[in-house]
């Protein structure tokens, strides 16, 4: 039995699976200890067992293997790897390993990587030749991400007409406080589960709510990575260090990958919390070294020519009373190619989705839609930009509830 398939029972089921190999005193243990006890049993009785995780390499050399399912923190159940290994098979931090694994000798304290079976599902000697991530060449997006699903999901009806998404897009979702940032983004990662199950998805959760996240899990179909708001900054950033190198070693392999990011605001201020101070402090007290890897992060969205792609949507908080906020959005601004920017007003009178229709918007969104949809699109734009905000989503949504489709929709507005 592996560590994975362990990981995936009841603390009760791994109780009887510890009776079972007679281990004494586990009842007071955590889950994670009691799998290192039954996997340390294991191992003892059958010899070697099989293992995987994502690489984390450590600044001596060495590197772990880290779970999901303890956010690629580290934890007592990591798996060691040599030096030697990671210099044989071109490893880097991110690169999903799998592969035979030891148990700790004498004097050792971690389960040790004993030979390296398969990265990222692929063979070992073929990893060795790809292209680094920062060698690729970055394209605009042209392969639409389509949204619209479900007749009554008007919110992916009219992000697919007014802010299309495309592989390698790079998104921001502009948000005051309560106006649904967090439902947006599971009804977005539930659309792209439904119509494009080739894409990987990673739903990176930052400074959130501990109930938030659980909510998270059970309501969408992907990989949910989460570091809540009673953790230390310094697990912040390290959590989302591991994301975005394990979603670059996937696009390195070609794969289209979307991360939702809720949200980069906070993913920011924890940077700037643990970043060194330079002395040059913005206004807010923001330092002026602490957005660069934030940015980096955003930045690493983008559409690669020779096929793979990462795409980021991340939501960036406005109006929260803090000028810190303020400056960070500030910094951002400008630095996507799709804005989606939300509504207040709208959300106090209950009329969801809370868009902006004027504001938001694609860059060049015509490699994304056919001509005639384009030109519909357009005239659609120009009438609502003569009502204020209110009066425009009222309008749009009054219209769409009459139709099935987006195509439906567009044909109606001939007559």
């Given at each position: 039995m592996d560590i994975s398939t362990l990981k995936s029972k009841k603390i009760v089921d791994l109780l009887q699976i510890a009776k079972e190999y007679k281990l004494t005193g586990v009842n007071d243990l955590r889950k994670q200890e009691l799998i290192y006890k039954i996997l340390e049993a294991q191992t003892q009785k059958d010899g070697l067992t099989f293992s995987q995780g994502v690489l984390e390499v450590l600044s001596d050399g060495y590197g772990?293997?880290?779970?999901?399912?303890?956010?690629?923190?580290?934890?007592?159940?990591?798996?060691?790897?040599?030096?030697?290994?990671?210099?044989?098979?071109?490893?880097?931090?991110?690169?999903?390993?799998?592969?035979?694994v030891r148990p700790p000798k004498e004097g050792e304290r971690f389960f040790a990587l004993l030979r390296v079976e398969a990265v990222n599902g692929k063979d070992p000697e073929e990893i060795r030749s790809r292209?680094?991530?920062d060698n690729l060449t970055p394209l605009h997006p042209t392969k639409r991400i389509k949204l619209?699903?479900?007749?009554?999901?008007?919110?992916?009806?009219?992000?697919d007409l007014l802010a299309p998404t495309g592989k390698g897009q790079r998104g921001l979702i502009v948000s005051p406080p309560k106006t649904g940032k967090t439902v947006l983004l599971q009804k977005i990662a539930n659309s792209i589960t439904r119509n494009h199950p080739e894409v990987k998805m990673i739903m990176l959760l930052i400074d959130e709510r501990p109930e938030e996240v659980t909510d998270m899990q059970r309501?969408?179909?992907?990989?949910?990575?989460?570091?809540?708001?009673?953790?230390?900054?310094?697990?912040?950033?390290?959590?989302?260090?591991?994301?975005?190198?394990?979603?670059?070693?996937?696009?390195?392999?070609?794969?289209?990958?979307?991360?939702?990011?809720?949200?980069?605001?906070?993913?920011?201020?924890?940077?700037n919390t643990t970043?060194?101070?330079?002395?040059?402090?913005?206004?807010?007290?923001?330092?002026?070294?602490?957005l660069h890897k934030p940015k980096r992060f955003f930045g690493a969205a983008r559409n690669i020519e020779d096929g793979g792609s990462l795409t980021i949507l991340a939501t960036a908080l406005i109006d929260t009373g803090s000028r810190m906020d303020e400056v960070i959005f500030e910094e951002f601004k400008g630095t996507g190619n799709l804005?989606?920017?939300?509504?207040?007003?709208?959300?106090?009178?209950?009329?969801f989705p809370a868009f902006d229709v004027n504001k938001s918007g694609t860059r060049k969104e015509e490699l994304l839609m056919t001509e005639e949809e384009l030109n519909k699109v357009w005239i659609l734009r120009k009438f609502l930009s003569?009502?204020?905000?209110?009066e425009a989503m009222e309008f749009l949504l009054d219209k769409m509830r009459?139709?099935?489709n987006n195509k439906e929709f567009l044909l109606s507005m001939n007559s």
């Amino acid at each position: 039995m592996d560590i994975s398939t362990l990981k995936s029972k009841k603390i009760v089921d791994l109780l009887q699976i510890a009776k079972e190999y007679k281990l004494t005193g586990v009842n007071d243990l955590r889950k994670q200890e009691l799998i290192y006890k039954i996997l340390e049993a294991q191992t003892q009785k059958d010899g070697l067992t099989f293992s995987q995780g994502v690489l984390e390499v450590l600044s001596d050399g060495y590197g772990f293997l880290r779970s999901a399912d303890y956010n690629y923190l580290p934890s007592p159940d990591d798996i060691y790897v040599s030096p030697s290994q990671i210099k044989r098979f071109s490893l880097r931090t991110g690169d999903q390993v799998s592969g035979q694994v030891r148990p700790p000798k004498e004097g050792e304290r971690f389960f040790a990587l004993l030979r390296v079976e398969a990265v990222n599902g692929k063979d070992p000697e073929e990893i060795r030749s790809r292209t680094l991530f920062d060698n690729l060449t970055p394209l605009h997006p042209t392969k639409r991400i389509k949204l619209e699903s479900v007749p009554g999901e008007y919110s992916m009806r009219i992000m697919d007409l007014l802010a299309p998404t495309g592989k390698g897009q790079r998104g921001l979702i502009v948000s005051p406080p309560k106006t649904g940032k967090t439902v947006l983004l599971q009804k977005i990662a539930n659309s792209i589960t439904r119509n494009h199950p080739e894409v990987k998805m990673i739903m990176l959760l930052i400074d959130e709510r501990p109930e938030e996240v659980t909510d998270m899990q059970r309501s969408v179909k992907a990989e949910v990575v989460s570091s809540t708001f009673d953790e230390p900054p310094e697990r912040h950033v390290q959590v989302a260090n591991m994301v975005i190198e394990k979603a670059k070693r996937m696009v390195e392999a070609g794969d289209d990958v979307v991360i939702l990011l809720d949200s980069i605001t906070r993913l920011a201020r924890a940077h700037n919390t643990t970043q060194p101070h330079s002395g040059r402090i913005l206004s807010g007290g923001v330092d002026s070294n602490a957005l660069h890897k934030p940015k980096r992060f955003f930045g690493a969205a983008r559409n690669i020519e020779d096929g793979g792609s990462l795409t980021i949507l991340a939501t960036a908080l406005i109006d929260t009373g803090s000028r810190m906020d303020e400056v960070i959005f500030e910094e951002f601004k400008g630095t996507g190619n799709l804005e989606i920017v939300l509504d207040r007003p709208l959300a106090d009178r209950r009329i969801f989705p809370a868009f902006d229709v004027n504001k938001s918007g694609t860059r060049k969104e015509e490699l994304l839609m056919t001509e005639e949809e384009l030109n519909k699109v357009w005239i659609l734009r120009k009438f609502l930009s003569n009502y204020d905000t209110i009066e425009a989503m009222e309008f749009l949504l009054d219209k769409m509830r009459g139709t099935k489709n987006n195509k439906e929709f567009l044909l109606s507005m001939n007559s």
